[in-house]
């Protein structure tokens, strides 16, 4: 959603919220699908009739938010979380985790949020969007409870890289990027593609017959699955020579454009 649904400022427009709303109309699934948890869905798409279901925490979990469920989940179990986050400790970043349908940071990290140099968009999406913990490691011990994923954020991008080449010794993960300075861990096999599909044989819809949209690094495999791919002008570059259609930046309503073009057969200016 961040970079895609959402402008600029973190909101979806009148023009984007009404196109919704007509696709739904014609009998059309409009499911968001994004790296955030389930509670962080905007309170726009909250209030729009007809949005059944949601892909979240980079598919690891759909939920169906009418009967507010989780009908598919592929979450880290407890202990290989903890493993994970003990061995990257060391290195010179944030940890926080989803988990239950919430993101958690750690208290000391969120309060100096300015050490890690990051830009105010990104800066503002942490903040808004996790509760605070005083230690990842000890709220899950208490808890129990499955892990979505995990998101890192760090000072430096020379970090970044650091860590990148260093989580390919683990063959049990897989991990992506949304934002700068951030990386997003998963189970191997988790990521917005998978619970795609999944979602789409629940419904019963086949491959050709779905429309992505996509910005960013984590939605590749989405693109890959999808019969119809349409990336940002605000994307990556690489996310644009994959996609079958790019459409205006999400500060000029690329979504609500490319939905009136293909699935409402309106001229779009």
Not at 133 to 147: A, F, L, P, R, S
Not at 160 to 165: F, I, L
Request: with cysteine; charged share 30%; proline share 2%.
């Amino acid at each position: 959603m961040d970079g895609t649904l959402l402008n600029s400022e973190r909101k979806i427009t009148k023009r984007t919220q009404e196109t919704i709303k007509k696709v739904i109309d014609r009998g059309v699934y409009f499911v968001p699908a994004t790296g955030r948890a389930v509670n962080a869905l905007p309170e726009e798409l909250k209030a729009i009739e007809g949005i059944r279901y949601g892909i979240f925490s980079n598919g690891a979990t759909v939920y169906d938010l009418q009967k507010q469920e989780v009908i598919y989940r592929n979450h880290f179990d407890p202990k290989r979380a903890l493993e994970l986050i003990r061995c990257l400790r060391p290195f010179d970043l944030m940890i926080s985790i989803s988990q239950g349908g919430q993101s958690f940071g750690e208290r000391i990290p969120m309060e100096h949020l300015d050490y890690y140099e990051l830009d105010e968009n990104t800066r503002e999406i942490v903040r808004g969007s996790r509760k605070i913990v005083e230690n990842v490691e000890d709220h899950i011990i208490e808890t129990k409870n499955t892990i979505e994923k995990m998101t890192l954020i760090f000072r430096t991008m020379e970090e970044r890289a650091r860590v990148w080449e260093w989580l390919k010794r683990f063959d049990d993960i897989q991990y992506s990027s949304s934002l700068p300075k951030n990386l997003e861990i998963s189970k191997r096999g988790c990521n917005k593609g998978s619970g795609l599909m999944h979602l789409a044989k629940i419904l019963g819809i086949k491959r050709e017959n779905i429309m992505a949209f996509g910005d960013a690094d984590n939605d590749r495999e989405m693109f890959e699955q999808a019969g119809f791919a349409v990336a940002m002008e605000n994307g990556l570059e690489e996310m644009k020579e994959m996609a079958d259609y790019v459409t205006d930046t999400n500060r000029e309503d690329g979504v609500a454009k490319a939905m009136e073009r293909f699935i409402l057969g309106k001229d779009v200016t």
